[in-house]
């Protein structure tokens, strides 16, 4: 069963947004911290957003002031809303989570389409 199911991709046109999800299953109340990553054809997966267990968050530069991730402690969901997108946004995007007695968990990844 898997353990981080993201959802909410799809395709989108320049400046539109999107709202990513990713349910977790198991303990939320252990995860030290949580990301999302993207990765492009050809490109290495490169990190995308961070919130640690605090609440505090941080951003790559290229998404910084467009992008915002959450977390919903009761619904045990994280979630990444994107706005402003443009085509170099478009990536499968993962999810990633480190729970203390799981370790790195990853999600199976959800695709973000940016074209006109």
């Known amino acids: 069963q898997a353990q981080l199911v993201e959802s909410g991709g799809g395709r989108v046109q320049p400046g539109g947004s999107l709202t990513l999800s990713c349910a977790v299953s198991?303990?939320?109340?252990?995860?030290?911290?949580s990301r999302w990553y993207r990765q492009a054809p050809g490109k290495d997966r490169e990190f995308v957003a961070q919130?640690?267990?605090?609440?505090?968050?941080n951003y790559s530069d290229s998404v910084k002031g467009r992008f915002t991730i959450s977390r919903d402690d009761v619904k045990k969901t994280l979630y990444l809303q994107m706005n402003n997108l443009k085509p170099e946004d478009t990536a499968v995007y993962y999810c990633n989570i480190l729970r203390i007695g799981d370790g790195d968990l990853w999600g199976q990844g959800t695709q973000v389409t940016v074209s006109s």
């Open positions: 198991g303990s939320f109340t252990n995860i030290y911290r």
């Open positions: 919130i640690i267990h605090s609440g505090d968050t």
